[in-house]
Structures are given as C-alpha cells and as structure tokens.
Nanobody
Framework: QVQLVESGGGLVQAGGSLKLSCAASGSFSRINAMRWYRQAPGKQREFVAAITSGGTTNYTDSVKGRFTISGDNAKNTVYLQMNSLKPEDTAVYYC?????????????WGQGTQVTVSS
C-alpha cells in the first residue's frame, strides 16, 4: 500500500509561480517513475511531466521551458516548479508514482491539488 500526499496548489496571477510537492509513503521496493498529470474542467486528464529514477525528464510541449520536474529519492518526493503560469494551466494536478515490490508493479495516484491561474 502506497500513499501519496500532494501539496502546493493555489491561486496565482498569470505570470506567477507555484511549486507542487508529492511525497510517497508505504511499502515498496523501488520507485520506477514519478509523473505529474493535470485535468482541466470538462477535459481529459493529460500528461504534464515525468522523471525516471535515473533523472531523465520529459515534458508535454505546452509546459516546456516553464515547468521543471525534480525528485528527491531520499525523501520519496517529486516536485513540479511551475513558472510563467498561464490561465490555461488552470487544472487539478495529480502526481503519479509507479512502484514495485517483490511481487508486482503498482500505479499510484495522488489526491489532486487545484491550481488556478487568473488573468
């Protein structure tokens, strides 16, 4: 059982910054990948950014150059630094951890944190 606790969402004006955090706790042997997704009202959940255990990062085109994903393996925590925010970044942001135990691989989701960017 893995628990993910997100924090850092809020209301910010366009051009501002926010930093999201997501900490994992529970039983697992390894974290394979850490990702951020978002879901805007009336839209499907979409991929935002990912970081592997080796530190390789990947971003959706709309956030490249503005968002930075990072991880702290010692704290089992992933961060998303969001700069130059735009109203279209408004969404509920979800963290995702893929973890493994001796027996299998698990996909784990955070509870979501609201990010609202005003124009």
């Amino acid at each position: 059982q893995v628990q993910l606790v997100e924090s850092g969402g809020g209301l910010v004006q366009a051009g501002g910054s926010l930093k999201l955090s997501c900490a994992a706790s529970g039983s697992f042997s390894r974290i394979n990948a850490m990702r951020w997704y978002r879901q805007a009202p009336g839209k499907q959940r979409e991929f935002v950014a990912a970081i592997t255990s080796g530190g390789t990062t990947n971003y959706t085109d709309s956030v490249k150059g503005r968002f930075t994903i990072s991880g702290d393996n010692a704290k089992n925590t992933v961060y998303l630094q969001m700069n130059s925010l735009k109203p279209e970044d408004t969404a509920v942001y979800y963290c995702f951890f893929q973890t493994t135990t001796v027996w299998r691989t698990y996909n784990n989701w955070g509870q979501g944190t609201q990010v609202t960017v005003s124009s």
